[in-house]
């Protein structure tokens, strides 16, 4: 898992700057919205998510799942990290940070030290998961 993980400036810049790419992808008719993500994989691999939104709201995907999910389903099961960006009509509006149910989803292949970088106007804040999911439910 992430224990004790330490990224370069540049590969955080760098996943930061794919989850800008994931966020033109968003397809958030309904709330306009977007949110992009890209998620490091244990061995280097990053997958792009975008929000896809469903006129029935409850089958919408968050971007950070959906990246998640694309990662699992080509065999990928340990995270290092996570950028995730989004505002309204492409605009990036401070922080957003992953929902609850994102977050748990992130704890089912990371530990707390998985680094979550969070974009924003002037660069990103970094977080690990354990700072945005504190006594976390595992079995």
Do not use: W
């Not at 590969?11 to 397809?27: F, P």
């Not at 996570?82 to 992953?98: E, H, K, Q, S």
């Not at 979550?116 to 690990?128: E, H, S």
């Amino acid at each position: 898992m992430a224990e004790n993980l330490v990224l370069s400036k540049e590969l955080e810049e760098s996943l930061v700057s794919y989850a800008k790419k994931a966020m033109e992808k968003s397809y958030s008719p309904y709330s306009k919205f977007q949110v992009g993500a890209a998620l490091l994989t244990a061995d280097g691999n990053i997958y792009m998510g975008a929000n896809i939104e469903n006129s029935s709201y409850g089958a919408t995907n968050c971007a950070e799942r959906t990246a998640v999910f694309k990662a699992v389903s080509e065999g990928h099961r340990n995270f290092y990290a996570i950028a995730i960006v989004g505002g309204l009509n492409g605009n990036i509006t401070g922080i957003c940070t992953p929902c609850g149910i994102c977050r748990q989803v992130l704890k089912e292949f990371a530990d707390e030290n998985m680094i979550v970088l969070l974009g924003n106007q002037q660069g990103y804040k970094k977080f690990t998961l354990g700072e945005l999911l504190p006594m976390s439910f595992t079995l």
